[in-house]
């Protein structure tokens, strides 16, 4: 069983920048496919991108070029960077683990998840 703690959400400015953690534990992290996914308020759920465990990502079209996704193996971590938040990247941000990343990129799910964390962006 796979724990996942987001932390780094908060309020931020149109322009600005934010760093998501996940911070897994009881589970070999590094075997795990990471995954990050949004929901505003009466949208649904959202992929905002994934990270394969041999490095690879993959990024949603509304977030390429301004997202960035990573993983420390060693410190059972994920990151996602957000650079030039938007009013519309508001949402609660949820980070998830699967054993295969076709999970998280086509059907848009995965096995463990973690409790969610807001980011405001204000315009």
């Known amino acids: 069983q796979v724990q996942l703690v987001e932390s780094g959400g908060g309020l931020v400015q149109a322009g600005g920048s934010l760093r998501l953690s996940c911070a897994a534990s009881g589970g070999t992290f590094s075997r795990y496919a990471m995954g990050w996914f949004r929901q505003a308020p009466g949208k649904e759920r959202e992929l905002v991108g994934a990270?394969?465990?041999?490095?690879?990502?993959y990024y949603g079209d509304s977030v390429k070029g301004r997202f960035t996704i990573s993983r420390d193996n060693a410190k059972n971590t994920a990151y996602l960077q957000m650079n030039n938040l938007k009013p519309e990247d508001t949402a609660v941000y949820y980070c998830?683990?699967?054993?295969?990343?076709?999970?998280?990129?086509?059907?848009?799910?995965?096995?463990?998840w973690g409790q969610g964390t807001q980011v405001t962006v204000s315009s």
């Open positions: 998830a683990a699967d054993a295969k990343i076709g999970k998280i990129l086509q059907l848009k799910t995965a096995d463990y």
């Open positions: 990270i394969h465990s041999n490095g690879n990502t």
